[in-house]
């Protein structure tokens, strides 16, 4: 069985700093792919980035960058250079390499203050 | 960019009432899903399909049936309504290989069961 779980429900931070989320998985395979994605107060969802589980680089998309720590199971997401716009609500994600079930975690509301 | 409709936006049913939430995509994805969003639960995914025909059961799928006629087209049925189900529902498509992996969500559907 696969679980995904953000123990972060609400995190608020000043606009251009860093903020990490956090989010660990449960997982049998050995081959993983691990997601990030956000909802804007509209409600659009959208992805931002994704690690394969066999790729020790974490991957960076813009000012988004993972922090995949395999031996904890775990894959934070780093915002760096917060803007008011990154105010969201970011869920965690993955699919266990054998099939196309992708569950998610509960999400993480980000608020980014001026 | 891919697009992802359901329809209707929005849904009135009546306890113990038919519910059926359509979906339809237009980039040829394999792969599609169900998922409802209730706060505190993030999202949770019901049904998935990995092309036309196939349906499988996601994490929570008591209460739900999935039909997938077509490659672009994926239904989620609500034979017996019942005021548990009140949620939003989203679909989503996407195909699981390369490293193009992403999903794409619909608006989603805002169902309230009465």
């Known amino acids: 069985a696969q679980k995904v779980t953000q123990t972060q429900t609400s995190i608020s931070v000043m606009e251009k700093t860093t903020v990490t989320m956090d989010c660990v998985y449960e997982?049998?395979?050995?081959?993983?792919?691990l997601f990030w994605y956000k909802q804007t107060a509209s409600g659009e969802i959208v992805f931002l980035i994704r690690q394969d589980s066999y790729k020790k680089e974490n991957a960076t998309v813009g000012h988004y960058s993972l922090n995949f720590q395999k031996p904890k199971s775990s894959i934070g997401l780093i915002i760096t250079a917060t803007q008011i716009e990154d105010s969201a609500v970011y869920f965690c994600a993955m699919r266990q390499g054998t099939g196309s079930k992708l569950s998610f975690g509960k999400g993480a509301k980000l608020t980014v203050s001026p | 960019e891919a697009a992802v409709t359901q329809s209707p936006r929005n849904k009135v049913a009546v306890t113990g009432g038919k519910v059926t939430l359509s979906c339809n995509q237009t980039?040829?994805?394999?792969?599609m899903y169900w998922y409802r969003q209730d706060t505190g639960h993030g999202l949770r995914l019901i049904h998935y399909?990995?092309?036309?025909?196939?349906?499988e059961k996601g994490d929570i799928p008591d209460g739900y049936k999935a039909s997938r006629p077509s490659q672009e087209n994926f239904s989620l049925i609500l034979e017996l309504a019942t005021p548990s189900q009140t949620s939003v529902y989203f679909c989503?498509?996407?195909?699981?290989?390369?490293?193009?992996?992403?999903?794409?969500f619909g608006h989603g559907t805002k169902l309230s069961v009465l």
């Open positions: 997982t049998q395979d050995s081959s993983y792919f």
């Open positions: 980039n040829n994805h394999n792969n």
């Open positions: 989503a498509s996407g195909d699981t290989q390369g490293a193009n992996e992403r999903l794409f």
């Open positions: 399909s990995y092309g036309a025909g196939s349906t």
